[in-house]
């Protein structure tokens, strides 16, 4: 039982990143780093289109890294928890690791 608790734990772990198997969507959750906006202002500032960020805002919703409060006749989109941020400057960590190594032997 314990192996089939594991297992879905690894599962569970797998689905969470995929968030970030798509640029536009970590592109989104930086800008929420400044603060809520609204989905309208995401895709200004982002130069996508309104239903791209939408679809994007809604696997973010279901996976919960984002919530959305309405006011009025707008919806605002702020970010869950913010050790998300931890986990994308670590990812960004590792990769900008990678490619100093990569440029070091090159150089070679």
Do not use: W
């Not at 309208?40 to 130069?47: C, H, K, L, Q, V």
């Not at 970010?79 to 190594?101: A, H, M, N, P, T």
């Amino acid at each position: 039982m314990a192996k089939t608790r594991e297992v879905a734990q690894l599962e569970l772990i797998s689905d969470f990143f995929t968030i970030f198997t798509n640029s536009k969507r970590i592109q989104i959750l930086q800008l929420l780093r400044e603060g809520e906006l609204t989905v309208s202002e995401i895709a200004e500032r982002t130069g996508l289109s309104q239903p791209t960020v939408s679809q994007h805002l809604k696997i973010l919703r279901d996976k919960r890294i984002v919530t959305a409060k309405r006011q009025g006749n707008k919806c605002y989109y702020t970010v869950e928890d913010e050790r998300i941020y931890q986990i994308c400057d670590l990812i960004k960590g590792i990769i900008s690791k990678r490619i100093e190594e990569i440029r070091r032997e090159i150089t070679r």
